[in-house]
């Protein structure tokens, strides 16, 4: 067994029934990406689309790709044919671009709306103010191209573990009061996308659904870590 095959191994047998891995894949070449696949994992994340378009065409086309990472409106168009979900939506002009885009390739396509939790001001995400003026704004829910279908976020990047669960914790808190509010009865609105390599477990104790692991998979932590198209 390759090293890439006994880590996707560890980290399933690490994870509660019903968390999702997203084996993030970014700066990691089709050969790599490959070994997963060939170890049954299906789900992969890259937070630039450029990358992802190239590197989706020369593996196979059951993989399910999620974007990660900050999307610039112009590259929109792009992905809408393929993609599997999209977690970094951070703008409601973001969302209904997504929806234009998508209804001219007649599809609906599963987004995250990711919410900024850190402290770092560098992350991208809504802040709560702008996230219940989308929520506030009846036009959200007459867009048929998304599925809008929970949260993202990304803890501080910081060794203190209580700032990070209380970060974690204010996500789910968050998710919660949202889906009460303004999506009880949608039954598609159930993930918070929570927990990278060097903290996942506490997500998944704070109650995330799916966790977003690279460097724990693939090895040697890639240098450009930071999110973009
Ligand atoms: C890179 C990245 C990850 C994975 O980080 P690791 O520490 O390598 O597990 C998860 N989420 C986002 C948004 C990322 O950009």
């Known amino acids: 067994m390759t090293d890439i095959a006994s880590n996707i191994r560890s980290v399933k047998t690490a994870l509660p029934p019903g968390v999702k891995l997203v084996a993030v894949s970014k700066a990691k070449s089709p050969a790599e990406i490959l070994e997963a696949y060939n170890a049954g994992q299906r789900c992969f994340g890259e937070n630039r689309v450029m990358e992802l378009a190239g590197k989706k065409d020369v593996l196979p086309p059951d993989i399910e790709w999620h ?39 007649n599809r609906v396509i599963s987004c995250l709306l990711q919410i900024h939790i850190a402290e770092e001001e560098t992350k991208f995400g809504f802040t709560m103010d702008e996230l219940y003026a989308m929520l506030e704004n009846a036009d959200l829910y007459k867009l048929r191209n998304v599925n809008i279908c929970g949260v993202m976020g990304m803890a501080t990047f910081t060794g203190n573990r209580e700032q990070i669960r209380n970060e974690f914790r204010y996500l789910s808190k968050c998710f919660n009061d949202v889906r009460n509010t303004y999506f009880r009865d949608n039954e598609n609105f159930k993930e918070i996308s929570m927990g990278m390599s060097g903290d996942y477990e506490i997500a998944v104790e704070e109650g995330s659904t799916i966790v977003r692991i690279g460097s724990l998979i693939f090895g040697a932590p890639v240098k450009n870590n930071k999110q973009h198209t």
Do not use: W
């Not at 999209?86 to 929806?99: A, H, Q, T």
């Open 67 to 105: 974007l990660i990472g900050h999307l610039q409106t112009n590259k929109v168009k792009y992905l809408v044919p393929f993609i599997s979900m999209i977690e970094s939506v951070d703008s409601f002009r973001l969302l209904k671009i997504i929806d234009n885009e998508a209804s001219k390739v």
